[in-house]
């Protein structure tokens, strides 16, 4: 085992211009030259010196135009997506500084010739979970690194086809596989699952009462009215979030949690639901990855992040995670996230849109059925857990940060809140901040 040498990385939750996910950049820059790295489907296909004799150059790629500027910067031009989160991201030209276009899978990354070992042991995935996906290791050769790296994605790419609600690629043609959006199409009924699937669904269950109702992932019908709203930008009418939310009965969703033939497990929908896991599968995903690493990678740390829920493996204690600003693209505030622990923020910049000068965000209120509004700006939680972390912040989000803190310390928690005046809250026991 290699001793653990101290990398000056940091992780940005919940960063902006990655909709949702993270931004790792060296707190020291570095002296060498800098590269505007561009992948498209992870594969690198341009690495361009940003150097002064650089010219401008517009590079065509996955239905998108990147700029490289001739003053070293770097921003897409346009983009054919559907949400111009990347377009809207600005101009990157530090080193360590990323920006994606995810529903085009195109990645953009600015890296220093000094970069070093570490450089090398961190892979990014775009074509997941509808964000960007990360690993940073330390302790692991750079071959070893690379077949890890590989797993990872085969990992990645058959959770993300368990649990998307929009992706069909899961159920090919006679393979007999079931994912959430197959259960979604196919409404009432019985039906044979992955034990990865129903074991997320009967953890969504338990998620529903720990937050008191608040996430309820049969709210799937009118969480998909708000997300049609974010891309067409209009409100939907309170009528049809009604109508859509009376359908949202999670008692009518029954999971048994014990294998039956070829080891499927069983899910039933009692009625027509439609199920959104989005508030969960992410950290649920994330503990099952982490823990199957843990014990097939032993020696090694490892941090991983699946958009903003990040935990980390092994003995390394100290990884620097950055808080998002929740007005742009800098770091809030940063702390220091203990061994083994997993952290997840939520934010109302990672998703929304705007309409005569109010914000609506993509965290839904099922009292109101509107964005909710507890004067929270984004919360971020620490636990042991990353199912619990990602749970927690988006049910905190729907609750007043006194009843939240509670919430969070009786399942052994600790939170931290940006409220809308910028003002912080937190938990005794959240890391302290730089
Ligand atoms: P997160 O980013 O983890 O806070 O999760 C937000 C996502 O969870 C949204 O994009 C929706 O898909 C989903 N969601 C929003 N509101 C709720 C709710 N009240 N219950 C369950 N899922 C929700
Ligand atoms: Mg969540």
Known sequence: MKAFRRIDLWVILGFLLLAAGLWFFRAAPGEGALYAEIY??????????????????????????????????????????????????????????????????????????????????????????????????????????????????????????????????????????????????????VYRVDPRLARMLYEAKRGYDLSEGKVNIALGKMLALWHT?????????????????????????????????????TVELQADLRLDAGAIAK???????????????PGVSLLISLGGNIRAVGEKSDWRIGIQHPDGDGVFASFILPAGKAVATSGDYERYFELDGKRYHHIIDPQTYMPADYGIRSVTVVSDSGALSDLLTTALFMMPPEEGIKLAQRLGAEVFYILDSLQTVTSDGFPSRE
């Not at 054919?80 to 990323?98: E, L, R, T, Y």
């Not at 994330?286 to 823990?291: A, Q």
């Open 283 to 297: 950290g649920y995903a994330l503990d099952m990855l982490c823990e199957s690493y843990r014990d097939r990678y």
């Open 229 to 265: 709203a974010r891309l067409e930008r209009k409100i939907p009418s309170s009528e049809a979030l009604k109508t859509a939310a009376a359908g949202g009965d999670i008692s009518k969703l029954i999971v048994h949690t014990e294998p039956g033939e070829n080891g499927l497990f």
């Open 40 to 189: 498209y489907k992870d594969e690198r296909i341009h690495r361009i010196a940003l150097d002064a004799e650089l010219s401008d150059q517009v590079i065509e790629l996955g239905g998108a135009a990147i700029r490289v500027s001739g003053d070293g910067s770097v921003f897409f031009l346009h983009s054919d997506c559907p949400d111009q989160i990347c377009v809207h991201g600005g101009k990157i030209s530090a080193d360590g500084q990323m920006l994606a276009c995810v529903p085009n899978r195109l990645l953009v990354k600015i890296v220093s010739s000094d970069s070093g070992e570490g450089e090398k042991l961190r892979a990014s995935f775009t074509g997941y979970f509808d964000t960007v996906s990360s690993v940073i290791s330390v302790g692991m050769e750079e071959e070893a690194f690379s077949q890890f790296a590989k797993s990872l994605k085969r990992d990645l790419s058959e959770l993300h086809g368990l649990y998307s609600i929009y992706d069909d690629s899961a159920n090919e043609a006679g393979a007999k596989r079931v994912n959430l959006k197959a259960i979604n199409d196919g409404g009432e009924g």
